[in-house]
């Protein structure tokens, strides 16, 4: 038998857990899950004759190498902090290793024990990155054995509510994955290159310089870039291109709204407001604007931001409650999560709610002397509020390749990301066979 230890049973989890399960008993694996909350541990079990739980803390040391000492391949699910902890402690006692979360330079400097070890540790293995990353390569190593010349590359994904659970949400989004992290997407100044120029976006702008995206059968989307697009020049080997850029997708509409927050200060992480207990939503907005006793709120935002009374953005605004005089719910907190708390309200996926996961790239070459674009996009739907496709998503790529590893069929060490095609082939592939899809189509090209 072969022992996997699974360290965290959130969200995230959900679909990793399920698919390993489902092969535990034909490959004999064991499977541990090490959760803090050991009821939602043992939920995802179900009781499982292949499976147990058991409490976790990351930080006992003695527990924690205990742990892995039992277990033959470790993929951790914590915070993306914490991972660090865990892979010392897999470098140190020679098991594989993998997550979902972005490689750090931390987590870098263990590449020679793991190699020395002969043992695999992959970062970035889960949707973005992780998915964005193998269904790229894959093209972009295609082209390139076919000698063509690369000339642009844009990759977009987003994680939203599924058009059938939207409702009467004007946003048309609603939190699929860790909502701090979107309050704080983007902060920062943006880069990336277009048609052979640098090009920068400082926070205060990046939200009212979109780019429409259009996908099949799913219509329109907006697009906002991503912090640093630069850094996958050497990633994907890239040097020499005219156009990289990276972003994030949202429905139409909702970047012009959400400006507003940032416009205001409202994500803002640096400090903590005063009185957060006594505070009501609308005073929330109220505390970013200037002092006037006889202009409402309202007006005093549209004058700030010069909108109409009537906008669809202050509409949108009123939907999620901002002008209330609802008491925000939490003792203290900086602006951002203050903002978070009220979000959570209104964009908490409900019981009978689907999400959705789009992705898109465009890849621009020469072919034969002549400028081509490609178009490839994959769109996913959860079945319910546990079944997520950002569960699908994150936790498939994970499982696959720990299938992979432990049978032997990924003959690599030390520290990696899924560029290469040892991995991303046959993960690919076993995506392909769960009902992941990417439809290409061959469209007249819009940059060369």
Not at 197 to 219: C, N, S, V
Request: glycine share 6%.
């Amino acid at each position: 038998m072969q022992n996997i230890l699974i360290i965290g049973a959130g969200k995230s989890s959900t679909a990793l857990i399920n698919y390993l399960l489902d092969h535990a008993s034909t490959e004999e694996w064991n499977l541990t899950i090490a959760e803090k909350d050991l009821t939602l541990a043992e939920a995802k079990i179900n009781g499982h004759e292949n499976a147990k739980a058991v409490p976790f803390d990351v930080f006992d040391a003695e527990y924690l190498s205990q742990l892995v000492q039992d277990h033959d391949l470790i993929i951790s699910m914590l915070p993306a902090s914490l991972h660090i902890h865990v892979a010392r402690k897999c470098a140190e006692l020679q098991k594989h290793f993998l997550t979902a979360s972005y490689l750090t330079e931390e987590i870098k400097a263990l590449h020679g024990q793991f190699e020395s070890a002969g043992k695999l540790m992959i970062m970035e293995m889960g949707l973005d990155p992780g998915i964005d990353h193998m269904s790229a390569m894959k093209v972009l190593d295609d082209l390139r054995e076919k000698g063509y010349k690369l000339t642009g590359f844009e990759t977009f994904t987003g994680g939203l509510v599924a058009e059938e659970s939207v409702g009467d949400n004007p946003w048309k989004y609603k939190f699929t994955w860790n909502p701090r992290n979107v309050v704080l997407a983007g902060q920062g100044t943006c880069k990336f290159i277009q048609e052979g120029r640098y090009k920068y976006i400082p926070y205060q702008k990046l939200f009212r310089r979109t780019e429409a995206i259009y996908i099949p059968d799913h219509g329109y989307f907006e697009g906002y870039a991503n912090r640093d697009s630069l850094a996958y020049l050497d990633v994907y080997n890239l040097r020499g291109i005219k156009t990289l850029y990276r972003g994030t997708l949202r429905r139409p509409g909702y970047c012009a709204a959400w400006d507003v927050f940032v416009q205001l200060g409202a994500t803002d992480d640096t400090y903590e407001m005063e009185n957060v207990s006594e505070m009501t939503h609308r005073q929330f907005i109220n505390s970013f604007l200037t002092y006037n006793p006889n202009d409402s709120i309202e007006l005093k935002l549209a004058h700030y931001l010069n909108l109409d009374l009537d906008n669809g953005i202050m509409f949108k605004l009123r939907w999620l409650g901002m002008f209330e005089e609802e008491l925000i719910g939490l003792d203290k907190g900086t602006p951002a999560q203050v903002l978070e708390h009220i979000l959570k309200k209104k964009w908490t996926l409900d019981p009978e709610d689907k999400d959705m996961i789009v992705m898109w790239h465009k890849f621009n070459f020469i072919a034969d002397g002549t400028p081509k674009q490609i178009e490839s996009s994959m769109v996913a739907l959860g079945d319910d509020e546990v079944n997520t496709a950002m569960s699908k998503t994150v936790g498939l790529p994970l499982a696959i390749a720990a299938k992979l590893i432990l049978k032997g069929k990924i003959n690599l060490s030390g520290v990696h990301v899924p560029i290469k095609k040892e991995i991303y082939e046959p993960v690919l592939e076993e995506l392909i066979n769960t009902g992941l899809k990417f439809n290409e189509r061959e469209v007249e090209p819009t940059f060369y």
